[in-house]
């Protein structure tokens, strides 16, 4: 029964061309993660120490067994890339996702229930977010120990309250609508209610905040791990490619420039597919282009 | 003054172009005031954009001219506009709140609007500035000058934004609906403050307004629109006491009296047509929907006319004085229902009282203590529709929520069909859910946008112990769209795809769905039009023609209480001050709060004259 109303829908966030860009440098990203040991031409570990810094093969002193170069091991540059891509989404989509969980539960008991509860909630946030994030999140990695689980545990811990927060003044928004009143006199639970009728209308709001939450938890790892405190030096990972090429930059700038646009490139491209789904998923912003158009 | 001669305002839609106002041909004489009635979407507030400069993106004047004081004004150089607004033409506006700046006190804003008048002299503006005040008389308009917009009432914004429109002696003022956004005692004592300075000043005024008989009492000669196009013109007195176009017969027919004998409600089918839907229109813009066209009127391109002198009527010929009454068969009396008291009462309320506590301040204090309702008893029966009237913050709307379980009353009892029902709703609800349903009063807020029409009307069956299945809904949602009006290819629509009258069906259409014994009704009409007023009104008669239901309406509107209630219960200021059957009530008040509630409509005829100024206070 949803599918015959959700279908005439569907195509619509596909129209956009923003959710065609950002969703595609995604996917793009994604498969690299997932299909990593068909995809990259060597062992991300595999060092071939004759050559070493070796610049992209289309410049002067490349070599075409190395498309990208290699660092300073002679490990392959393209396949480091694409192994790094792991744990890029990983970290982004765990670390995003258990986020987006804690914050938006706890935003919408405080938005719908008011009162104590609300005040309760509130105040924790603002205790929270009085912490700088920096240190708190070198506090929970201390914490923690090192680790990539204990990079997404401190991300999460430290980024529910801009959900928190953010979704909660929608929330409000929405509960004072009388449609939320009227789904309670319609017998809905409170349960219910907030399940049906105000998550779905918090919801673009939710998965703008997911995409930009997804780019900053890659950002936030990429730190980490470039001081190395995330992952274990046999795993590679865009930001410990960016240390170890830090060194190397008056040879070869080459090591730095890749996986700092890798990063760039997939932090756009999370927020384009961000943004053109909240357009294209808020009825209100949708008549608004309707109409301009 | 302000001379309009054939103006056609044309606007660039995206599938092509619609006169917004088609052939609109006025003129307003020094010191007169003229009125501009019409529903929604008739272009009437176009022409008060037109005057300021502000059309929309994409429209534009095509013929015709708009000349004040002999310069046209839709050609006008942006800097001499500038020079003419707020000088010689100022506005005043529909919500008085939003129109003034909310972070500056009263004293700067008038302050900045004298200046701008050419006033030199701090201590002289603010001398100039009390002594406006008090002439629209704001009591002690000194301290009134810190004061800033939030602390002031609506009534008090909009005398402020009065006094400031007069303030500069302007030759024209543009008032649209100015009135529309306040209560009617409110709306009584604006008036009286409107005529009074417009008296003084001799300024000609156009006064903007869906209500044909606001206009018929204070205005000197009236245009009515319809669908961005003049239907009549005439002295406001004659045009309504005799209307010559359908139009203006069924505006005036549509509108429930509050004296004389009950009739029926002529309700036009449909509503007014949209821009989009202008090109189809080649003839009279109003055939589709006239009670008297014939075939030939569709195609018949029509032209303002002098019927009689002075009288100016856009018609194609035949339809002229019909007499709608007579041939739409309203004269018969309605006789509100009354049960014959051996039914037990269906909902029985006793000493129900809400208390709000305010918040408390920082530092100890007091808490602040409200009495939203106090001690409310009433019953109901089956097949009885019972009125609640009172203004805004009078309670009732705390009494629906009340009743519906949506707030908890500090003591007093609620029981439904003998059932105490009191306490929170979670508590009685698949009871209430069965038995008492509420139709809320805005329709845009009350229909989650994101649920198509089929899942919006059938909602309260999609929970409970056994949820209805799909296809059993679907059919159940095809027979609430019939009872409530609507064509069954609504089912697969979005609210915001709907007009304002169709979505307020909806929301009937779902609260019919548990098929429920009692229906409380919050301000279900006073966001719609006349004519879509009086579709939804016919259509709760029908409801119980059709059922026993019962009905509680709560309403600001003492005339719509009438047409459909045969008790009322008055409130002010939380109290139940006046109960009784609605004619007794209505015909020898008893209270002064509903003699002065009652003074404050104007009146059904025109041959008495409404004396707003005299309106009391309260």
């Not at chain 1, 930059?249 to 997939?266: C, D, K, N, R, S």
């Not at chain 2, 004998?261 to 007014?272: F, G």
């Not at chain 2, 989650?448 to 899942?455: E, F």
């Not at chain 2, 609507?486 to 929301?507: C, F, H, I, K, T």
Request: charged share 20%; hydrophobic share 45%.
């Amino acid at each position: 029964m949803t599918g015959r109303f959700a279908r005439k829908h569907w195509p619509l966030p596909l129209r956009s061309a923003r959710v065609l860009v950002g969703g595609g440098i995604v996917l793009l990203v994604l498969l690299c993660a997932v299909f990593a040991p068909l995809i990259a031409p060597y062992d991300p570990n595999a060092q071939d120490l004759l050559n070493t810094l070796a610049p992209p093969a289309w410049m002067e002193g490349g070599n075409p067994d190395f498309l990208l170069g290699t660092d300073n091991l002679g490990q392959d540059t393209l396949s480091r890339l694409i192994y790094g891509a792991r744990v890029a989404m990983v970290v982004a989509i765990v670390a995003a996702l258990g986020a987006m969980l804690l914050g938006t539960t706890l935003a919408l008991l405080a938005g719908y229930f008011g009162g104590v509860v609300d005040w309760l909630i509130s105040r924790a946030v603002d205790l929270w977010m009085s912490f700088p994030p920096v240190v708190l999140s070198l506090i929970l990695i201390v914490g923690f120990g090192v680790g990539l689980s204990n990079v997404i545990l401190a991300i999460v811990l430290v980024d529910w309250t801009r959900f928190c927060r953010v979704v909660r003044s929608e929330v409000l928004v929405v509960r004072r609508h009388d449609y939320i009143d009227a789904a309670r006199l319609a017998g809905f639970s409170h349960l219910r209610t907030l399940v049906r009728e105000v998550l779905p209308a918090v919801a673009p709001l939710i998965i703008t905040l997911v995409s930009l939450e997804m780019a900053i938890a890659l950002i936030v790892e990429a730190i980490l791990s470039f001081v190395g405190m995330s992952v274990e030096a046999n795993i590679p990972a865009w930001g410990v490619m960016i240390a170890d090429a830090r060194k190397y930059m008056y040879q070869t700038v080459w090591g730095l420039v890749l996986p700092i646009l890798a990063i760039v490139v997939t932090v756009i491209g999370f927020n384009l597919l961000g943004d053109g789904l909240r357009r294209t998923l808020d009825p209100k912003l949708l008549q608004r282009e309707t109409v301009a158009a | 003054m302000l001379v309009a001669e054939n103006l056609t305002v044309t606007a660039e839609l995206g599938e092509g172009r619609a006169e917004v106002l088609r052939d609109i041909s006025f003129d307003l004489e020094a010191g007169k005031l003229l009125g501009v009635v019409g529903e929604s979407g008739a272009g009437k507030s176009m022409i008060g954009r037109l005057v300021a400069g502000m059309l929309p993106h994409g429209f534009a004047v095509s013929a015709g001219s708009l000349r004040f004081g002999g310069e046209d004004l839709a050609s006008l150089p942006r800097r001499r506009r500038q020079a003419l607004l707020g000088k010689d033409i100022t506005f005043i506006p529909q919500h008085p709140l939003t129109s003034l700046n909310p972070v500056r006190s009263i004293g700067t804003l008038f302050d900045e609007h004298l200046r701008r008048l050419g006033v030199s002299g701090g201590a002289e503006r603010r001398g100039r500035a009390i002594g406006h005040l008090d002439d629209v008389h704001l009591p002690d308009p000194a301290e009134l000058l810190r004061r800033y917009p939030h602390q002031l009432s609506g009534g008090m914004c909009q005398r402020v934004l009065i006094a400031m429109a007069f303030a500069g002696e302007p030759k024209l003022i543009i008032a649209d609906e100015p009135t529309t956004a306040l209560d009617v005692v409110t709306q009584a004592h604006i008036m009286g403050v409107i005529g009074e300075m417009r008296a003084r000043h001799a300024t000609a005024l156009m006064f903007i307004t869906h209500d044909l008989r606001l206009a018929a009492q204070i205005c000197d000669e009236i245009i009515v629109m319809y669908a961005g196009e003049i239907v009549e013109r005439g002295p406001a007195r004659a045009v309504f006491a005799a209307p010559r176009h359908p139009y203006t017969a069924s505006l005036e027919l549509a509108n429930p009296n509050l004296t004389g004998a009950p009739r029926k409600l002529l309700s036009l089918p449909e509503h007014m047509p949209g821009l989009s839907a202008y090109a189809g229109l080649s003839g009279c813009r109003f055939a589709p929907r006239c009670p008297v066209a014939d075939p030939a009127c569709a195609g018949h391109k029509t032209a303002l006319r002098e019927a009689e002198p002075g009288r100016w009527v856009r018609a194609a010929g035949g339809c002229l004085g019909a007499d709608l009454a007579a041939r739409e068969g309203l004269a018969h009396a309605l006789g509100g229902q009354t049960p014959d008291g051996t039914d037990l009462p269906l909902l029985r309320v006793e000493a129900l009282s809400k208390t709000y506590r305010g918040r408390r301040a920082l530092l100890g204090g007091r808490r602040g203590v409200v009495d939203a309702v106090r001690d409310v008893s009433f019953e109901l029966r089956p097949g009885e529709f019972v009125g609640i009237v009172g203004e805004s913050g009078s309670g009732k709307s705390t009494v629906a929520r009340l009743l519906m379980g949506l707030e908890t009353p500090t003591t007093g009892r609620i029981e439904i069909d003998g059932t105490d029902v009191t306490g929170p709703f979670s508590r009685h609800a698949s009871l209430r859910v069965g038995a008492i349903q509420m139709i809320f009063q805005d329709p845009q807020s009350a229909l989650n946008p994101r649920r198509r029409v089929g899942r919006l009307v059938t909602q309260p069956l999609e929970s409970g112990r056994q949820p209805m299945r799909w296809p059993d809904r679907l059919e159940r949602a095809r027979e609430l769209l019939g009872h409530a009006g609507l064509p069954a290819d609504m089912l697969e629509r979005y609210p915001s795809q709907l007009s304002g009258g169709q979505r307020q069906r909806v929301n009937i259409a779902r609260a019919l769905s548990t098929a429920p014994k009692v229906l409380v009704a919050d301000e279900i009409v006073s966001g719609l039009d006349v004519s879509v007023q009086a579709q939804i009104l016919n259509l709760l008669l029908r409801l119980r023609e059709a059922s026993d239901i019962a009905l509680l309406f709560i309403s600001h509107d003492l005339a719509v209480v009438r047409y459909l209630c045969s008790r009322v219960l008055v409130m002010h200021k939380g109290d139940v001050v006046e109960a009784g059957a609605t004619e007794t009530v209505f015909s020898q008040p008893q209270h002064p709060y509903t003699k002065t509630l009652l003074a404050a409509v104007p009146p059904d005829d025109v041959t008495v004259y409404w004396r707003p100024a005299e309106v009391a206070d309260i």
